[in-house]
């Protein structure tokens, strides 16, 4: 085991240097100009492929793909992109991993089917000529987005994994359909006109991200895990169809899985085990994450058991006891055998991240274990090129202690005694803080409430008047509740993210399949795979979430609820795998994350930056919050009278991003003057066919 010192900085090379995708449809089209647009959104993404760029266009048809590279398999250059099919018909520019690509080149091969490369990109474009784009999506296992050029159909299609663990944004800017795997990407397209929602600035507010398919800006959007989209160019826009590949309750159709529990909890070591092992395969180094926890732990392990060499890990601690995990970490690396490096970090430490967040999540993101996410994608960059993380078992194993909570509070909602706890949160609610305020000293001291606070009293009483579980598992799990009332302009409905639909069926249709469904189509890919993919393409790392293979998620979802639930908590397989690793003593113990003093901070060491961002007179000459009410939680808090921590966080956050994003408005983001066109590419440009350009540097031309 090493420890370092912590540098919150990037290394100078990977702030310069996996993969993006970028381009556009229509408008009006010239090579040149084409060239020159896909350079600016590319070079944007930088980070997310230092190893190379290309660039596909076809004037004629007038559609432009960009590509920045990590090479992570086949590292020559007959795996560049983008890339085009034997028979010529297809385009393909990929970010992403198909892990069985293996045994479908194979598969493929077998039917005829001859290779240039040994990459993924290749053998899902084979894959697509044989079988059609959604047979194809359905037999790949693998984290991805990318847009296929189909010229026979002139279609252009995106597409997005089933979890949602590369991010894809689309839309309209004039008469240009534009995409990217990042905003900033669309932002350096030379159309480029962005205007904030305050819609979704008010779902940020409730759920402290914003929710797909939204984004902070009008008409721009993210494209959904699961599905695809068709763009066809029209005489006056475009047609977009969605198509949706993957529904999760899908693959739980078939009913509950058969078998005694041992047997149960063998087919879920079998699809783990493949799964880590499909993840492991790259011709880069490979490490993981380690927090201690149960699915870290786990994801270890069965890394440890596939390698014949100690699995390089890696872990953040903090000098504040309650909030670091990394003497857990230390011990399990220590029970595995592992190779492993932890960063002690101090709060002046963690604190130096906080000006970069804006610029590495690339519209507002407000989950403070943001930070820890940074420091410790940062430390694993100088080791290895991909890591393997836990993400998912909470969402697929019914892991969250909230769960119970929740489910308690439904419980106590029913019957003539729920009626009236309904009846009197809801008056609550409604009166005027004034009104209310004089009512907290007896309640408080009768230790009824904890909150000196007759807004926060409010605000947790929304948490007594759900009509439906699904209303209150919405409240309890969001941060500022009714919150379009805080947002100037912002239209008055309900600031609910996704979630909605049905359960999975081997779960049933109670309260935990409701939660773990909506937690997996909301949750988990607009806040914790956010969280992931961006603090580590920031420092080109790239990320691979084992749990989140689709035969791990089907031998999940069709165990009953009882299994995943017992003894009054969750992951009851997971636990049972471990167990065959490490004794209890080492993961049996409460549930922390990465957990921040953000509280604490707020009223010491960020309090200047704070007061800074939330300034009144700032607040209303901005034009997008209610100053008067985020000043006077801003106060209460730093009282001490209430703990506003999450909502000042989200609004910090908000704030951040908008500073930062004023600086941006007259620059693109590498740095050129925004003067309508974007720089011209360095290197030569080749004419493959009489409407169609490649450039690239550093690497031949595929296909």
């Known amino acids: ?412 909602l029913q019957g003539p005694a729920g009626t009236w706890r309904r009846a009197l949160a809801r008056t609550v609610t409604r009166l005027p803080a004034g009104v209310l305020s004089p009512l907290v000293p007896p309640l408080q001291f009768a230790g009824r409430v904890r909150s000196r606070s007759a807004q926060r009293i409010k605000e947790r009483a929304y948490g007594w008047t759900a009509d439906s579980f699904s209303d209150l598992y919405d409240v309890m799990t969001s941060c500022w509740q009714s919150a379009d009332r805080f947002v100037i302009g912002a239209p008055r409905e309900r600031a609910a993210g996704a979630g909605q639909g049905a359960s999975y069926v081997g779960l049933g249709d109670g309260p935990l399949a409701h939660m773990m469904n909506a937690d997996t189509r909301c949750y988990l890919p607009d806040d914790i795979l956010v969280k992931v993919d961006r603090a580590a393409m920031a420092v080109s790392l790239e990320t691979r979430v084992p749990l989140l293979d689709v035969e791990v998620a089907r031998s999940a979802w069709r165990i009953p609820a009882s299994l995943h639930m017992r003894d009054g908590r969750g992951k009851w397989v997971l636990r049972r795998l471990l167990e065959r690793h490490l004794p209890r003593s080492l993961f049996e113990r409460p549930k922390s994350g990465f957990a921040m003093p953000v509280a604490q901070w707020l009223r010491g060491e960020l309090r200047e930056w704070a007061e800074a961002q939330l300034d009144p007179a700032r607040l209303r000459r901005e034009g997008y919050l209610l100053a008067a009410e985020i000043r006077r939680r801003w106060q209460q808090h730093g009282r001490g009278t209430a703990d506003w921590a999450p909502h000042l966080w989200t609004v910090l956050m908000f704030q951040a991003w908008l500073e930062d994003f004023g600086r941006r408005e007259d620059r693109d983001v590498t740095g050129h003057a925004s003067m309508g066109m974007p720089h011209r590419p360095s290197g030569e440009a080749r004419l493959l066919q009489p409407t169609s350009f490649v450039s690239r540097r550093g690497a031949a031309p595929a296909g």
Not at 188 to 193: E, I, Q, S, Y
Not at 233 to 257: H, T, W
Not at 296 to 308: D, F, G, H, N
């Open 1 to 412: 085991m090493r420890r370092l010192r912590v540098s919150t900085e990037v290394p100078a090379e990977a702030s310069r240097r996996v993969c993006g995708i970028a381009g556009f449809l229509g408008g009006g089209f010239s090579a040149e100009r084409a060239l020159a647009e896909l350079a600016a959104m590319t070079a944007a993404l930088r980070h997310r492929g230092p190893d190379d760029e290309g660039f596909w266009v076809d004037a004629q048809a007038a559609v432009a793909l960009g590509h920045r590279r990590l090479a992570i398999i086949d590292l020559s250059p007959l795996g560049a992109q983008p890339m085009r099919s034997a028979s010529r018909r297809f385009c393909l520019t990929f970010n992403g991993e198909i892990y069985n690509y293996r045994a479908l080149r194979a598969e493929l091969a077998g039917r005829g089917m001859r290779f240039c490369s040994t990459s993924d990109t290749e053998v899902l474009l084979a894959a697509i000529e044989e079988w059609g784009l959604p047979r194809a999506l359905e037999r790949s296992r693998g984290m991805f987005a990318f847009a296929l050029w189909d010229a026979a159909e002139r279609v252009l299609w995106l597409a997005r994994d089933r979890f949602g663990e590369k991010p894809l944004y689309y839309g309209q800017i004039g008469n240009v359909f534009l995409f990217g795997s990042e905003l900033k990407a669309l932002r350096a397209h030379g159309g480029w006109r962005g205007e904030i929602d305050r819609h979704a600035l008010a779902l940020l507010l409730h759920h402290q991200y914003i929710p797909a398919p939204h984004s902070i800006f009008r008409g721009i959007r993210k494209l959904l895990p699961g599905c695809a989209l068709a763009v066809r160019a029209q005489d006056r826009g475009f047609e977009l169809e969605e198509v949706r590949y993957f529904e999760p309750a899908s693959i739980a159709a078939g009913g509950p899985l058969e078998g005694s529990e041992e047997e149960l909890v063998e087919q879920v070591d079998a699809a783990l085990t493949e799964s880590v092992r499909l993840q492991m395969v790259a011709d880069v180094p490979v490490g993981a994450f380690l927090s201690g926890g149960i699915d870290s732990s786990l994801i270890v392990a069965q890394m440890q058991r596939a390698s014949s060499q100690p699995v390089r890990t890696f872990s953040i601690g903090f000098e504040e006891a309650r909030f670091d995990e990394t003497p857990y970490a230390r011990e399990v690396a220590a029970r595995l055998g592992t190779r492993h490096t932890e960063l002690r970090v101090t709060p002046a430490d963690a604190l130096e991240v906080i000006p970069r967040l804006p610029a590495v999540y690339d519209e507002p993101f407000a989950d403070s274990s943001q930070i820890p996410t940074a420091l410790v994608s940062s430390l694993a960059r100088r080791e290895v090129t991909v890591s393997l993380s836990g993400d998912g078992g909470d969402e697929l194993f019914g892991g969250y202690p909230r769960y119970l909570e929740v489910a308690d509070r439904w419980r106590r």
